[in-house]
């Protein structure tokens, strides 16, 4: 189907853009907000696929987290030590930055502890965390400016109703978030703004010429602009199949509400693989992809009953054993990830930018990197 712009439309919605940002997650707004203070005169717009973003802003877990400790002495394998720290300081840093334009109490921020759950066979992985403690426990003094942030917790075992849990470890300074709520924020502030987000708007190729960025919709509907940043993550590839950025599906479920849950915060278990948090006295519970990483790097949002059936046993057997529960909704979103956990922040060309591949900690990194994605927009020479 051909549909071509009324004169009204272009006229009132479309000439003249100065930036175009495709995606609406946490990436695309914040960077909108940020051009927004740093060129208050420019005509700005988000193009979103979906009548709600559709890929991870909107749909994860809500934890405001940036660092567990097996995770950390995980990526210690294939990371230096230099760059653990430049991205836990990283996260810190943009979670300080994230509550200082949302305000905790507008996206019920909670700091109410992260924790990681180590099983019998995880003995080995708990020993090491332990012999490391005092040590994390200063650099992440040294970020945080905050003392003793890890703690081991065993004592408080019992009181949390697990089965099969041998060890906790606290992180006292992470917390969780009302998602919803914090893009609700979001969009309301870039309304204030007088950016543009259209929805129904699927940018499907994007074309350089002399001054300008084509940018083709379906329908053969095409806008342009004069600079534009991609923020779409986990699909970047699809419309840059160059990009080292693979996606990942993550499958989540909410239990309705369990009168009387007797845990609070967020946990990791099975090396992070696996999370779930306190929705007041709901659970909710997501990924497992480790189960099946080949069918779950996919950026299409399924879900697959081998998956559902393990989130369910881990529900029964370890997280609530014993307690009747009913699962009140099931979805799935996609993360961005690539060789390492290093985000993609560049530009493709004089016009077109990425800050993509932001992996399982954006709500933490999301403001940095709309920060330094808007930033390559506003070099010199950019024609903006
Ligand atoms: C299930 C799950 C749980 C998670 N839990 C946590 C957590 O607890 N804490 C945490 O910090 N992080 C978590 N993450 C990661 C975090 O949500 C992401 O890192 C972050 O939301 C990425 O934001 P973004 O704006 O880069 O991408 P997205 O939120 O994915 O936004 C990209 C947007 O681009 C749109 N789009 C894509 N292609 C096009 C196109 N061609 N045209 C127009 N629009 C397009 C999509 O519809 C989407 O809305 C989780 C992720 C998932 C999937």
Redesign the pocket.
């Known amino acids: 189907m051909n549909i071509d712009w009324s004169f009204w439309e272009w006229d009132t919605f479309l000439k003249d853009q100065d930036v175009v940002i495709?995606?609406?997650?946490?990436?695309?707004?914040?960077a909108a907000l940020y051009l927004r203070q740093a060129r208050p005169g420019f005509r700005i717009t988000v193009?979103?696929?979906?009548i709600?973003?559709?890929?991870?802003?909107?749909?994860?877990?809500?934890?405001?987290?940036f660092g567990s400790m097996t995770e950390l002495l995980d990526d210690l394998k294939t990371h230096t030590e230099e760059e653990i720290w430049e991205l836990v300081d990283k996260?810190w840093k943009g979670l300080q930055k994230l509550r200082a334009l949302i305000g905790d109490s507008v996206m019920d921020l909670d700091i109410s502890g992260g924790y990681e759950l180590f099983r019998d066979q995880d003995e080995e992985s708990f020993r090491e965390c332990a012999d490391k403690i005092d040590g994390f426990n200063g650099r992440f003094r040294q970020i945080t400016g905050l003392p003793g942030i890890f703690q081991i917790w065993d004592h408080r075992l019992p009181e949390t109703g697990f089965r099969g849990i041998r060890h906790l470890i606290r992180n006292s300074a992470e917390g969780?978030?009302h998602?919803g709520k914090l893009?609700l924020a979001l969009f309301q502030k870039a309304k204030d703004a007088g950016i543009q987000v259209l929805n129904g708007?699927?940018?499907?190729k994007l074309e350089e010429e002399a001054g300008k960025v084509n940018i083709f919709?379906e329908n053969n509907q095409r806008m342009e602009a004069r600079q534009v940043l991609?923020?779409?993550?986990?699909?970047?590839a699809?419309?840059f199949p160059q990009l080292a950025v693979v996606p990942?599906?993550?499958?989540?479920l909410i239990t309705r509400e369990l009168p009387g849950l007797p845990f609070h915060g967020?946990f990791h278990y099975d090396k992070g693989y696996v999370?779930f948090?306190n929705v007041g006295n709901r659970v909710l519970l997501?990924?497992g992809r480790n189960m099946d990483f080949e069918t779950e790097q996919t950026?299409v949002l399924d879900l697959t009953e081998p998956i559902q059936n393990n989130l369910l046993r881990l529900l029964r057997e370890i997280i609530i054993p014993g307690q009747p529960f009913e699962v009140e909704r099931w979805?799935?979103?996609?993360?961005?990830l690539g060789p390492k956990k290093k985000t993609l922040i560049q530009s493709l060309s004089g016009r077109i930018h990425v800050?993509?591949?932001?992996?399982?900690?954006?709500?933490?990194?999301?403001s940095l990197?709309?920060e330094e994605g808007a930033n390559l927009l506003l070099k010199e020479n950019r024609g903006v």
Not at 201 to 204: I, K, M, P, Y
Not at 248 to 252: E, S
Not at 358 to 364: D, I, R, S
Request: hydrophobic share 45%.
């Open positions: 495709i995606g609406s997650g946490l990436v695309g707004l914040q193009l979103e696929r979906g709600l973003p559709l890929g991870a802003s909107t749909r994860n877990a809500g934890f405001a987290c996260r969780q978030v998602t893009v708007a699927n940018v499907l919709l991609v923020a779409t993550n986990g699909f970047a699809r419309l990942a599906r993550n499958q989540v967020t999370y948090r997501g990924g950026d979805w799935s979103g996609i993360m961005g800050a993509v591949r932001l992996g399982g900690m954006g709500v933490a990194i999301g990197v709309a």
